[in-house]
């Protein structure tokens, strides 16, 4: 999808419109050289920048401050610093922002296994605007009642710090974490499931994540899906603040998040909330038969 590409176009403009700024000031007298711009190997390092964006596990998170402190510690790029201070942090701001402009790029449709039917909702209201993502949402009614409904939701997500697939998952998880991106998305779901419980009410206002202590990644495998792999999974307690009488509130249902990832900076993640009493909690927390659909498909 050209979507995927976008990021790294938006770079490569901002780099190409600058040296063009930059060709304009200097008097045809002088010889201009282009490759000299940001200092010696300065172009050296912004190609190996945009590099490690497609490599490094982090992208950005890890290439921005090692290329920043590798800089500083050498000589010679703290002459260089000194020299063309201003065309540095111009790029140096300059490629941040197009990092950003480019978490906007349209991603797209998430998974869709045609085994679970058309979704019940392909919009969510409550999910935050930054980054670019789809979502599709599946209500799962047992056919005898009870307790074995499941909200399943399947997201496609850009990320606009890493263009490559190595470690994405794991940091992915671990900044939506540390910002609480994962709540809004997840309020779609909690406003179903309420819907379909009788025996207690759920404010999406007053719902806390928990991490429960899990395996972080499970091995699928199905001869007949054509699946053999090990893929990250996180295990959460859905908790009721408003319900329990300690701060820590009471368990009503546990959260299951499979997370793949491809080249172009996407994350694509399966979600499958289950109220407490479900009988798979016990016999099938991983979710044997939505993963292999989904991971399938």
């Known amino acids: 999808m050209i979507g995927d590409f976008l990021p790294s176009i938006f770079l490569i403009v901002f780099v190409t419109a600058q040296v063009f700024v930059e060709r304009r000031k200097w008097s045809a007298e002088v010889e201009y050289r282009w490759q000299d711009m940001y200092g010696p190997y300065g172009f050296h390092a912004l190609a190996s920048f945009f590099i490690l964006l497609w490599i490094l596990p982090g992208g950005f998170l890890l290439a921005g401050p090692v290329m920043l402190l590798l800089s500083i510690l050498s000589p010679a790029g703290r002459i260089a610093w000194e020299s063309y201070r201003k065309s540095r942090i111009m790029v140096s701001v300059g490629l941040i922002v197009m990092l950003f402009i480019g978490g906007f790029s349209p ?29 599709y949402t599946w209500l799962m009614l047992p056919e005898s009642g009870g307790l074995d409904v499941e909200i399943v939701q399947s997201l496609t997500l850009r990320l606009p710090y890493q263009y490559g697939p190595l470690g994405a998952e794991s940091s992915a998880f671990t900044l939506a974490s540390l910002f609480g991106m994962e709540q809004g998305r997840l309020n779609q779901a909690i406003e179903l499931l309420d819907q379909e419980l009788s025996g207690f009410r759920l404010d999406v206002d007053e719902m806390k994540l928990e991490p429960m202590a899990a395996e972080n990644t499970h091995y699928y495998s199905s ?12 295990l959460y307690e859905l908790r009721s603040l408003s319900i329990g009488a300690s701060g820590e509130g009471l368990k009503v249902g546990e959260v299951l998040c499979i997370a793949t990832s491809s080249w172009g900076g996407t994350l694509d993640v399966l979600v499958i909330v289950r109220p407490i009493g479900h009988p798979g909690l016990a016999s099938d927390r991983f979710a044997e038969s939505y993963a292999l659909d989904w991971l399938s498909s």
């Open 107 to 135: 991603v797209s449709g998430p998974v869709a296994p045609s085994e679970w039917g058309a979704p019940l909702l392909t919009e969510n209201p409550n999910a935050p605007f930054y980054p670019a993502g789809e979502q």
């Open 223 to 234: 001869t007949s899906a054509g699946v053999d792999e090990s893929v990250l999974v996180r």
